[in-house]
């Protein structure tokens, strides 16, 4: 699957490392809607981290849609939320 | 896989959809929305221009009553001048009447002023947001053919057509290869089979035809010493013999010529 790192760039991971992403994914999830922002921040570098970590970077002249997006690492619990509400990442 | 990466992809993905039915081409999306200003713009124009109208209205009349309101004034003056207050009176009440209305078109009339000023200023604002607009949007258009442009050559410098070009050529080749090696297989089948070739795939079996080779090879050899002590034993008649058993010896050395297709084969 390829996955964005919004801000970054493109990786390419193997399918049986979601298992482990999910968990981190949930967590983050579950902190955005409780509004834990310094919880939001340590899982989104975690979760980050593991992506880095365990994904091959697409070179930046490939062309592929990701079926997965992250926020950029310095993005905001709030950021976040709007961009997960209808109006928030493309406006109109 | 419910999180944050999914919905942020899922709602990229309906964005993205939703941004294509719209229009295909981001240059388009612009230039409709600069179309939507323009008419913005000329619908704001349009209301000062109501605006300067119903001022000018209000100019108009503000003019007829204060025309009437001398004419009172006047004829006030007069009844008076003629002795009939009663009439003086009328003009005057009637004159009032006038003022109040005149004071309450005046208000009217500071309103639409102070409006139609925050109207033009307004016009003029949009104006230069859609005049700066239009340039950012040429900007923009120019910068996306030029980005356009360069992932088409892009995608033809690193991808797809060159480098399939490639592969093609390779595979084309390991084709070639393939089935050139694939016919002289088949060639030196047929030719082990019609019995042109000798089978030598083995050294093993090599070793065992020199062993018999030797073997035979000595077993001539002590039939010749048997002939040649049978010769010295018993005179010239075992001549002929002799020279029948060269010819024997020599039997290996035929061995020689069919041997060399085996370099051939490796």
Known sequence: MIVRIMGEGQVK???SHFAELNKLDD???????GGDEPGFRRTLHALLDKVRE?????????????????????????????????DGLIPG | MSGVMKRMGMIFRAKANKALDRAEDPRETLDYSYQKQLELLQKVRRGVADVATSRKRLELQLTQLQK???????????????????????????RA????????????????????????LAAQRLQAKVDAFRTKKETIKATYTAAQAQTRI???????????????????????????????????DELLASGALDDSSGLAKDDIQTELDRLSGGTDVELELQRMKAEL????????????????QAQPHSQQPQDTPRFDKQ
Do not use: N, W
């Open chain 2, 68 to 94: 009437q309101s001398s004419t009172l004034e006047d004829q006030g003056r007069k009844a008076l001048a003629l002795g009939r207050e009663d009439l003086a009176r009328e003009a005057l009440s009637r």
């Open chain 1, 54 to 86: 365990l994904g091959t970077p697409l070179p930046d002249d490939a062309l592929e849609p990701s079926q997965l997006i992250l926020p950029s690492p310095d993005a905001t619990l709030s950021e976040v939320r709007d961009m997960l509400t209808d």
């Open chain 2, 154 to 188: 892009g995608e033809a410098f690193s991808g797809i057509s060159e480098e399939m070009g490639d592969v093609g050529m390779a595979i084309q080749r390991a084709e070639d290869k393939t089935a050139q090696l694939q016919a002289r297989a088949g060639a030196i």
């Open chain 2, 233 to 248: 034993a018993g005179g010239s008649s075992g001549g002929q013999q002799a020279i029948e058993g060269g010819k024997g």
């Open chain 1, 27 to 33: 967590e983050l999830l579950e902190e955005m809607e």
């Open chain 2, 97 to 120: 009447a006038l003022q109040q209305q005149v004071t309450d078109l005046e208000t009217q009339h500071q309103t639409l002023q102070g409006e139609e000023e925050k109207l033009t």
């Open chain 1, 13 to 15: 991971l193997a399918d």
